[in-house]
């Protein structure tokens, strides 16, 4: 029987990772033959994912008197090259994997980060299984098209589904055909509602995500802080509403909660700033679906908030919150600032009033958009049985 095997999943204390799998689980829900190769399994059975799929460790201790491990080591003191001692853990996993089985890449933005080089060695690998590999709602910077490695992994995929044109095009334009545009599938993900904290104004609450990630990204050091600082000051002066800080991520060393805590403690005292608990990514999207505006670093976040038109400034670092804003607007400018070009305090103060000044308008166009573009990322089920030859 061919198994199905979900992989890249960074365990669900990243709730947009959590996201992700639900939303791929249920485009395959008919699949009894399904499972998660997770980096941290007891995240997924603490968030439940084990009610939706079966849940394997993806990494595995390796012993140093394995052959592998030799070999990993002798390359990396021949030629400084660590990634073959990275990927180690992961092989245990990777033999479950036969010829005919699938494996579907689920960490859509793996490729954007420094060490992408090591998801190419475990691509390879995988693929060396004879199985057909799908790598689905990736974004992926320009430079790495001119990397020719990168190139001859992206050829090994039998299909690709970009989350946002600005990837969907550099795909094209290096000359790959097995690819489509599709939303990222969290879009799809279903908001659970359940009671809000006293400090909540249902729909006159501001909702505000920040990430250690983003904050690592700034170019001067203190300025995201002096922002989020500066705009809440603005809210508090100028409006009546409510703040709302909601972490997304909540692992040990990238939690929201750490940057959220220290606005929390600053403004605790005006009884209008409160920040909820960690929830599973239903109930945080639950929570976000009901404020009025929404300032977001997480990617997962800002999704929340547009899939359940709620108009949203981004506070972003790459490409795919760029190319999701301008697929969704036509363009990324006022709705995207970039975490590299905060420079004064009030830079971030001065797109939040324009959100607030505009934000019957940006309602509406998400209101009239967001149907079909949520129906288009749930045609993201149908491409992954065409690819795998399963559609008539």
Not at 60 to 84: E, M, W
Not at 97 to 110: F, R, T
Not at 124 to 137: N, Q, S
Not at 325 to 339: H, M, N, Q
Request: hydrophobic share 35%.
């Amino acid at each position: 029987m061919t198994e199905i095997f979900l992989y890249n999943h960074g365990g669900s204390a990243n709730h947009g990772c959590e996201a992700l799998v639900k939303t791929i689980c249920a485009f395959l829900k008919d699949k009894n033959n399904l499972s998660l190769l997770s980096e941290l399994p007891q995240e997924d059975f603490y968030y439940n994912l084990q009610e939706i799929v079966q849940i394997l460790p993806a990494k595995q201790r390796c012993s140093k008197f394995n052959v592998d491990f030799l070999k990993a080591y002798i390359h990396l003191k021949k030629t400084g090259d660590y990634f073959p001692m990275d990927v180690l853990p992961y092989l245990k996993s990777i033999r479950l994997i036969k010829k005919g089985d699938i494996g579907i890449s689920i960490g859509g933005d793996v490729y954007c980060y420094e060490d992408y080089q090591k998801y190419i060695l475990l691509h390879d690998l995988i693929y060396r299984r004879e199985c057909k590999t799908v790598l689905i709602g990736c974004s992926l910077e320009a430079n790495l098209f001119s990397k020719p490695e990168f190139i001859t992994d992206m050829k090994k995929y039998v299909y690709i589904s970009a989350r946002e044109s600005l990837t969907f095009q550099l795909l094209k334009n290096a000359g790959l055909t097995n690819i489509s545009l599709r939303p990222d599938s969290a879009f799809t993900l279903k908001p659970e509602y359940i009671k809000v904290p006293v400090e909540f104004q249902e729909n006159n609450t501001i909702g505000i995500n920040v990430s250690p990630l983003v904050i690592r990204k700034e170019k001067k050091p203190g300025i995201v802080y002096a922002n989020l600082s500066k705009v809440i000051c603005w809210i508090l002066e100028n409006t009546d509403c409510s703040i709302t800080l909601i972490p997304h991520v909540v692992w040990e060393n990238n939690d929201d909660r750490v940057p959220l805590n220290k606005l929390l403690k600053k403004f605790e005292t005006t009884r209008r700033v409160v920040m909820i608990e960690d929830s599973n990514c239903n109930k945080l999207k639950g929570y976000i679906s009901r404020c009025r505006l929404f300032i977001g670093a997480r990617t997962h976040a800002t999704i929340a908030a547009y899939s359940t038109c709620v108009p949203t400034l981004v506070l972003g670092y790459s490409i795919k919150s760029k190319g999701i804003a301008t697929d969704l607007f036509g363009t990324d400018e006022k709705y995207v600032i970039p975490v590299q070009s905060l420079e004064q305090e009030d830079d971030l103060t001065r797109s939040f009033i324009w959100l607030w000044e505009n934000e019957g308008m940006i309602r509406k166009k998400l209101q009239l958009i967001m149907p079909g573009y949520i129906q288009k990322a749930s045609m993201l089920d149908e491409d992954i049985r065409e690819y795998l030859g399963e559609k008539e």
